[in-house]
């Protein structure tokens, strides 16, 4: 009998909690995205939590492998992931939608009240344009958020694992106007 | 005689004001105006251009005082040097302007700086948040001025799109973003792109793709449908080059 409560119970709660994180077809929240955490979530967890990606693509010059959640609703990206070689979370980039509240800087301060954000400008890389962005970004916590400086809207919010990846931008092969 | 007839014409231009002109038209100094290309291909010869009164378009009145002749203070190319205006050059620009649509440069933040040489090289242009500088290679005859400058619109047509806009636009050239060690990187579609350096950033590639709608629709309908429809779509029929001879 014991046996049989235990069983139900077990199933009961494993139930619940695929309900509490399984994010239904495509409309995600950032709060449950931000229980993904860099170097402890791997692709197993995500799975469960987010089910399968949209769009898996390996990262150029690397080891690592990007899975991309769009929004089912308009096709949009939503949600990105990095994964390293073991299969770990090396970061999670979440895109910000037009009239959700995270969309004003102070609104997506508050998702990390323990963060201290430096703020700059974007370096520049495109050599002949300056970068349209703000950068707020706690660097021993690896958080960063980016606001699109002519419309003072947040852009993206993003975490990601202290340990670097290989990873770098390539820059275009040649210049051309 | 020559004497009074050299002081004369040296004099002539400096009362050419405005007050002298009808109201509605603003004075051009005489200049000599070197070749160039018009936005529809149009050569026009160098020939000098006596002083006159000219009939003031509305693109004029917008960018008649954007003109600097000082130093964007946080301009950070420090080896970039400053020059100051031609009146060649300013006509150059209003006319180049005039070609273009209202529509990318209506809510135009950009004042217009002269440099001597980019610190690219050949580069004919470079923007940041309202500021455009025009380079020297900006007014030779292989660049087609309003073309170079349209390019440069379309970065600041593209930092104000709305943000469900820019992913929308995102969406349709397959454009993805990941972070990696805290880094922003954009991750690009293989091929399909009108100039090369539009794989840097999708606000590259859609200065480049605008350009290209205006410029040179053929191709980028034959690389990128994706972005011309895009375009089109979001543009409605109101992006169209402009005839704006004298």
């Not at chain 1, 309900?19 to 967890?45: M, R, V």
């Not at chain 2, 933040?109 to 040489?117: A, H, I, T």
């Amino acid at each position: 009998m014991k046996f049989i409560i235990l069983t139900c119970v077990s199933l009961l709660f494993v139930s619940c909690s695929s309900l509490e994180t399984q994010e239904s077809k495509g409309t995600f929240a950032l709060k449950n995205i931000l229980n993904i955490i860099p170097d402890k979530s791997d692709e197993e967890s995500v799975l469960l939590a987010l089910g399968p990606a949209d769009v898996v693509m390996p990262i150029p010059n690397s080891d690592s492998t990007a899975w991309i959640f769009k929004d089912k609703r308009t096709g949009h990206q939503r949600l990105s992931l990095v994964f390293n070689s073991e299969k770990k979370v090396h970061s999670v980039l979440w895109l910000v939608r037009q009239g959700e509240p995270e969309i004003n800087i102070a609104n997506s301060k508050n998702y990390f009240p323990h963060a201290t954000f430096e703020e700059k400008d974007a370096p520049w890389e495109n050599p002949h344009a300056a970068p349209n962005e703000r950068l707020y970004t706690d660097h021993e916590k690896g958080i960063s958020i980016t606001v699109r400086k002519s419309r003072q809207e947040v852009e993206s919010i993003s975490w990601h694992s202290l340990n670097s990846q290989s990873t770098h931008r390539q820059p275009a092969v040649k210049f051309e106007l | 005689m020559k004497i009074f007839i050299h002081l004369v014409l040296l004099i002539t231009p400096l009362f050419a004001t405005s007050a002298n002109c009808p109201l509605g038209e603003y004075s051009v100094k005489s200049h000599n105006r070197r070749a160039y290309v018009r936005a529809d291909g149009t050569f026009v010869n160098a020939t000098v251009v006596s002083s006159h009164c000219r009939k003031q378009r509305e693109s004029d009145n917008y960018w008649h005082d954007k003109f600097e002749i000082s130093r964007p203070s946080d301009w950070p190319h420090k080896q970039e040097i400053l020059k100051s205006w031609t009146v060649e050059e300013k006509e150059r620009v209003l006319d180049a302007i005039c070609e273009l649509p209202d529509s990318i440069w209506k809510n135009s933040k950009y004042k217009l700086y002269r440099m001597k040489k980019s610190k690219d090289g050949k580069n004919p242009a470079t923007s940041a948040n309202g500021i455009l500088v025009l380079y020297d290679t900006a007014f030779t005859q292989k660049n087609v001025l309003s073309r170079v400058i349209a390019h440069e619109f379309a970065h600041e047509v593209y930092g104000n799109l709305k943000s469900s806009d820019a992913q929308d636009y995102h969406f349709a050239t397959n454009w993805f973003e990941v972070n990696t060690n805290g880094k922003r990187l954009r991750l690009a579609r293989k091929d399909g792109f009108v100039a090369d350096d539009g794989r840097v950033s999708p606000e590259e590639d859609f200065a480049n793709n605008l350009e290209f709608f205006l410029f040179d629709d053929k191709s980028l309908k034959s690389k990128t449908l994706n972005a011309y429809k895009w375009i089109a779509d979001h543009f409605g029929d109101n992006l169209n080059l402009r005839k704006c001879n004298k």
